[in-house]
């Protein structure tokens, strides 16, 4: 419809706007959004292609250039990157609009956005139950219509869980397919800019933009983007999937387990072939994670020290100034993760934690490749549970940090991995997850595409 | 009681690159603070780095000139500590994996080069201090020997031997007064077949002749305590240059854990046999090399090919002349004698030098006429160097041509006979010496520009002719 004309960019900046103005001071979505300067970014003659000119929300970890990029931290308070993410680079060349910057855990550090400096988000399915996390303002955003599109960040499934716990499409893209460059690191082995969307179309759509190498990104693969696109439509008839056992344990939801359970069966009938599969060292990956994870994290966070940017306490003495800025700055749980990671990469503890952890990596690779011989793509629950009340795990980290158990296997092993909609479990969404081979997004997408249309769970709103 | 001392270096060297490490800033010396700056080497957040290449390239370059075993995959590791010079919060070095290791250098072990970043630079005010992030990502290579240097001068010895590589090989200008080259080090002294001693570290050299000086203070300090039975305190001094001293530096709280582990945010390197074969084919021929070829094919002393081949500039000067005015060992003497000693007094470099291989065979070919003395050509160097004009130039304009003609001279020696008969007496009676004192008078007379050897025969003719004459 913006293509042909017969609306204008305007009109939906409106709309947007004053559905915001109806909700947002309930869902709180939003951390920083400037009205009147994206207006004047839209009315602005921009003299470049104009494919895409759609707004887009924006996770508050992606640098934007003069905005403030706070990752939702103390830590970052007034600071405004001088430079544009590559992501976002990519976004504006397209005509894209940039539509504020989302609320998320501080650092990305949880999972229910609950650890934000700033403010609590609230699911739009139930004002009093999280929305997930870390990515949890991007996720409420889209889910209430406050967004049509948004980026998020994925290190242990802080894209794909808040999305099924909001009820959306959330996209975790291959480690590489899209430049980090510009994203605010927490676990840089990890982690992936990916999308948020109301339906697997619109991801494929924005992953076209923002996927593709980048010289500024070391990590950033080669490899030519598909059009994917094309693929969406082909159907999935002949897929060999994958139902991994080991993600059918004994904490699932009852209501998460029937919902997966039906999918299946939705697949069986488009013609997939399922058969159940074994990936033995899952159980290792939270442990994995949470030894990788804080590792990288402690050291990502070492530059947030009060001399360049951001917060500093004024102390005569250099160090007293690093303790009590950082003492001020960080949360809980950051300086949780800090100390953690500080802990395992510590002399003596190295070998015994890092190391360890970073061979067990590997099996867990090991186990997803073999898997990969036989099936094209794998199935499962995203999380273990719907939402939960707002203040039920945050004083409880490990049963926090469990509801990131199906998530963070495909962050060790850099693959792919979705997250539809897939029905509810007393009134709240359920997510299903389909993971794929490496820089398979097309096949990823494909499927859930092939899924979405003969349901429609995407098309359910929250009444809000 | 029996001493036997063991040094160890640790270089830092700044490569040359025409951009940084990670980044694609400009390397730029005498720029104002914090304009060769950009989000990566300013560590903001979200920033990655990209390797550049060349600094990979020109320290495998240098690991094949120091003959080390060449890993044949590049790893960077994070160096994790805070300071304010240092905008990430760490390092990017390498620790498990270094590019050399196992190499050799005038005999003495290299137990790794590495590749790392530099750090920012602190400058401290009387308001507070600030921060220069212009030098943070400038290429650095970390030389690490073994502790088997056994003398200060030896110590010496190997930091101008490894300057004089890495200008051969075009890798860094290892200026260390200027920082380009930083030097550590670590000396103990121990009884004579004890084995090593206690390590003490020695940091805040600013020169060659002062990681010399800084490791013979120590060597004799660690002597004397332990000659008056004392123990070596493990530590790390500094080098009071001012006072020609070292002291105890101010001990930190407690020892840094710089908790290495794997850069996650660039990839592994390989270095393929045919990279390696390829920087073999472009490296030019190393000081030791050509320090032999001088000496099999000039006919040069060891002395000689020693010294002219430390510079790259100026073995490349020698042999240009050499093709010019064909006689090695006149143009090796006038080198080393005279234009290095301008040089050293005039506290110059070999590159300052203004004087062309062509102009400087000029001079010694005209040496070879005769056309001047000796110690009028040395004149003559000084003020081409100086003038920048040609040796014909500075000749005619001075007057300067040696008076050759006998028939001149024998004027002014008729003169001089006459006017010195107790000289000539002197001579007469066997003094030798008399002599010399004569060709000086002639000397005198004609300004300097007389053949002193002409002189000196027809002298002897004259005063002889005479003698006969008288009796």
Redesign the interface.
């Known amino acids: 419809m913006l293509k042909k004309k017969e609306i204008q960019v305007e009109d939906i900046l409106l709309s947007l706007f004053a559905r915001i103005e109806e909700v947002e001071e309930r869902v709180k979505a939003y951390i920083f959004l400037d009205k009147e300067k994206i207006l004047k970014e839209a009315k602005q003659e921009r003299k470049k292609d104009l494919s895409f000119e759609i707004p887009v929300s924006v996770k508050d970890n ?2 934007v250039e003069n905005e403030p ?1 706070r ?1 939702a931290s103390r830590i ?1 308070e007034g ?1 405004k ?3 544009d ?1 590559t992501v976002i680079k990519r976004l504006r060349q397209v005509g894209a609009i940039l539509f504020g910057k989302t609320n998320m855990d501080e650092f990305a550090f949880g999972s229910s956005t609950e650890t934000s400096a700033y403010q609590i988000t609230r699911n739009p399915w139930n004002l009093e139950y999280v929305p997930g996390g870390s990515s949890g303002g991007s996720a409420a955003a889209v889910a209430a219509d406050e967004a049509i599109l948004a980026l998020g960040s994925d290190t242990g499934g802080s894209i794909r869980q808040p999305a099924a716990l909001c009820g959306i499409v959330g996209f975790k893209p291959t480690y590489g397919r899209v430049s ?6 927490f676990g ?2 990890l982690e992936q800019i990916g999308t948020l969307s109301k339906d697997v179309r619109d991801s494929a759509l924005l992953l076209q933009v923002i996927a593709g190498f980048d ?5 950033s693969s080669p490899l030519p983007v598909p059009d994917y696109l094309k693929y969406l439509e082909k159907g999935i008839k002949g897929f060999r999937i994958g139902i991994p056992e080991e993600y059918f344990i004994s904490g699932l939801d009852k209501g998460v387990k029937e919902r997966i359970e039906e999918a299946i069966k939705v697949f069986e009938g488009l013609g997939a072939k399922c058969t159940r599969v074994h990936l033995p060292h899952s159980k290792y990956a939270l442990a994995v994670y949470y030894i990788i994870a804080p ?2 994290a ?2 990502n ?5 009060g ?3 951001g917060l500093r306490k004024e102390e005569k003495d ?2 007293r100034m ?1 303790e009590k800025t950082r003492e001020e700055g960080f949360g809980k749980e950051a300086k949780r993760r800090i100390i953690l990671g ?1 802990y395992v ?3 003596g503890y ?1 070998e015994q934690y ?1 190391s360890r952890a970073e061979k067990v990596r590997r099996l867990i690779i090991e186990d997803f490749r073999k898997v990969f011989e036989e099936c094209d793509l794998l199935l499962a629950p995203t999380s273990p549970t719907p939402a939960w009340k707002i203040g039920e795990k945050i004083d409880n980290p490990l049963q926090m940090y469990l509801s990131d158990i199906f998530t963070i296997p495909a962050n060790l092993a850099g693959i792919p991995a979705i997250s539809v909609p897939c029905g509810f479990s007393e009134g709240l969404p359920v997510g299903l997850q389909i993971l794929g081979r490496s820089f398979e997004e097309e096949k990823v997408l494909q499927a859930a595409y092939a899924y979405e249309q003969s349901t429609d769970w995407h098309r359910q709103r929250a009444k809000i | 009681m029996k001493f036997k001392t063991f040094i160890g270096l640790e270089v830092h060297l700044q490569l040359n690159t025409r951009s940084k490490i990670f980044c694609s800033c400009p390397v730029r010396f005498g720029t104002s603070p914090n304009t060769q700056t950009c ?1 990566v080497c ?10 550049n290449k060349e600094a990979l390239k020109k320290a495998v370059k240098l690991c094949l000139a120091l003959k080390c075993q060449i890993s044949k995959e590049i790893r960077f590791d ?1 160096k ?1 500590y ?1 300071y ?1 010079d240092l ?4 390092q990017i070095s390498q620790y498990s994996q270094p590019i050399g290791t196992n190499g050799r250098l005038k005999g003495i072990g290299i137990r790794r080069v590495h590749l790392e970043e530099d750090a920012g630079k602190l400058i401290h005010t009387s308001e507070g201090s600030l ?1 220069d992030y212009n030098r943070a990502g400038i290429p650095l290579l970390e030389i690490v020997s073994e502790p088997e240097i056994a003398t200060p001068q030896q110590a010496y010895e190997y930091l101008i031997c490894l300057k004089s590589i890495c200008e051969y090989i075009d890798i860094s200008d290892c200026n260390m007064e200027e920082g380009s080259l930083r030097c550590d080090a670590n000396i103990s002294v121990a009884k004579e077949g004890e084995g090593l001693g206690t390590k003490v570290e020695l940091k805040n050299m600013n020169s060659f002749h002062g990681v010399e000086r800084a490791l013979r203070y120590e060597q004799t300090r660690q002597e004397k305590v332990l000659r008056s039975g004392g123990e070596v305190v493990q530590e790390t001094r500094l080098w009071d240059a001012q006072r020609q001293i070292t002291l105890p530096m101010r001990s930190k709280e407690e020892a840094n ?1 710089y ?3 794997p850069e ?4 592994i390197f390989f270095i393929s046999e045919q990279m390696i074969e390829q920087i073999k084919e472009e490296m030019p021929e190393l000081p030791e090399k050509r320090r032999e070829r001088f000496k099999r094919e000039y006919a040069l002393p060891e002395y000689d090919a020693d010294l002219l081949t430390r510079e790259k500039e100026m073995a490349d000067y020698f042999e240009r002349c050499v093709e010019l005015f064909p006689q090695p060992k006149t143009v090796s003497n006038w080198i080393m004698r005279d234009i290095l000693s301008y040089l050293n007094a005039h506290k110059k470099e070999w590159k300052d030098l203004c004087l062309s291989p062509e102009r400087f065979s000029e001079l010694l070919r005209i040496l070879e006429r005769k056309e001047i003395s000796i110690n009028m050509g040395r004149e003559v160097l000084t003020e081409m160097i100086n003038t920048h004009k040609r040796a014909e130039e500075i000749i005619r304009e001075r007057g300067l041509l040696q008076v050759s003609d006998e028939k001149k001279l024998a004027e002014v020696v008729e003169r001089v006979i006459k006017a010195n008969p107790r000289s000539v007496e002197d001579f007469s009676r066997g003094k030798e010496k008399a002599l010399m004192f004569l060709v000086g008078q002639v000397m005198r007379e004609t300004k300097g520009r007389a053949n002193a050897q002409i002189v000196q025969k027809i002298l002897r003719e004259r005063i002889k002719r005479k003698e006969e004459g008288l009796s």
């Open positions: 992606i640098c990029t990752c970052l600071f990157p001088p430079y993410a980090r460059y510009g994203l605010i690191a840089s082995s010289e500024q990104d070391s990590t590792a990288e402690s050291s966070l070492l530059r947030f020290d001399v360049e940017y250099l160090f690093y500080t990469l510590s002399k190295y890092y | 989000p300013l560590g903001l957040p979200g920033s990655l780095p990209v390797l994070r994790n805070f304010p905008p990430k919060g760490y921060v854990d908790r290495y582990f996650p945010d660039l990839p």
